[in-house]
């Protein structure tokens, strides 16, 4: 009963690895390139910045906890507004589209004031 009972779980084991899902191939906005972030601004338009500010926000918000644990001090992540962090993404994106936007958003923590 114990064999039978193991080669049906390993049976499925086995069998439902071939209908999941693919995993992503990077971890999201941090490994985009530039040249990905304009393609999709042209083709989806006033929602994918929501999208870029959200996922801008998510990173910035880790970033800042690494900081803060490796330097003992947070950084102001709501200095500036929505409106300026897509703008500068998109700027600097503009100005060299191999770049990578997990970068620009690394820069940009770095030159935030420290949140006391």
Excluded at 34 to 44: P, R, V, Y
Aim: proline fraction near 2%; charged fraction near 20%; aromatic fraction near 12%.
């Amino acid at each position: 009963m114990k064999k039978l009972l193991a080669i049906l779980v390993l049976g499925l084991l086995v069998c439902s690895n071939a209908f999941a899902a693919k995993l992503p191939s990077s971890w999201g906005i941090s490994t985009m390139q530039c040249s990905q972030i304009l393609k999709m601004k042209n083709e989806q338009g006033e929602s994918f910045d929501r999208w870029l500010f959200m996922s801008a926000q998510g990173l910035l918000s880790g970033l800042n906890f690494w900081h803060y644990e490796k330097y003992k001090v947070s950084k102001k992540i709501a200095y500036n507004d929505r409106d300026y962090v897509i703008a500068l993404v998109y700027n600097e994106c503009k100005r060299d589209k191999n770049n990578i936007v997990g970068w620009i958003l690394m820069e940009y923590l770095i030159s935030l004031p420290d949140d006391n």
